[in-house]
């Protein structure tokens, strides 16, 4: 199984891929520590925040990292 996964929400609304996070983390592997969220940037930023601001009780931390265009959600270990 894999140490991590990619969301990419490219062409969601703001709802739809807050529904695909929470889907996904909801039924996310028990060996996955890392799901790196692809929102881009350069089509406006409401993805990016809704990323940014987002609360799961499974994400131990968020990563910002250079590519302004992704997050990275650190999950807690089981």
């Known amino acids: 199984m894999p140490y991590f996964i990619e969301i990419d929400l ?7 891929a807050r529904k695909l996070i929470t889907n996904t983390l ?3 592997p028990s ?3 890392e799901v790196n969220v692809i929102h881009g940037y350069h089509q ?7 990323v940014r601001k987002y609360s799961n009780s ?8 250079l590519n302004q265009g992704s997050t990275i959600f650190v999950i807690k270990n089981a």
């Open 10 to 16: 490219h062409n969601q609304t703001v709802e739809s």
């Open 26 to 28: 909801n039924n996310l």
């Open 31 to 33: 060996d996955v520590r």
């Open 44 to 50: 406006g930023t409401a993805l990016r925040d809704m």
């Open 58 to 65: 499974k994400i131990e931390r968020k990563i910002l990292g």
